[in-house]
């Protein structure tokens, strides 16, 4: 089984910035895409950023700009840093990573529990 772990939610002011990360641990044999995705109160979950194995990142309108995705693929782990907080990006984040546990086991997307990021004055 793959686990996802997120932290560095909390409550920042707006225009302020904080960085999430997400750590993958148990059984992996190769993570491929990562990227976070978010949900706010009343809204269905959005993707927010993702990160390919290769490098290539791509970003929602919402927040390209503001929010930088990164990989740390030696620890299986991404990040989200985020500036230019606004009241609109308060949302529960989850990680998502795309992991093969073994070799010829099928590729899975795994979830984090999520973190909640309030943006408030």
């Known amino acids: 089984q793959v686990q996802l772990l997120e932290s560095g939610g909390g409550s920042v002011q707006p225009g302020g910035s904080s960085t999430l990360s997400c750590a993958a641990s148990?059984?992996?044999?190769?993570?491929?895409?990562m990227g976070w995705y978010r949900q706010s109160p009343g809204k269905q979950r959005e993707w927010v950023a993702y990160s390919t194995k290769g490098g290539n990142t791509r970003y929602a309108t919402s927040v390209k700009g503001r929010f930088t995705i990164s990989r740390d693929n030696a620890k299986n782990s991404v990040y989200l840093q985020k500036t230019s907080l606004n009241p609109e990006d308060t949302a529960i984040y989850y990680c998502?990573?795309?992991?093969?546990?073994?070799?010829?086991?099928?590729?899975?997307?795994?979830w984090g529990q999520g973190t909640q990021v309030t943006v408030s004055s």
């Open positions: 998502n990573e795309d992991a093969t546990r073994y070799y010829g086991d099928s590729t899975i997307g795994y």
């Open positions: 148990g059984s992996i044999f190769r993570i491929d895409t």
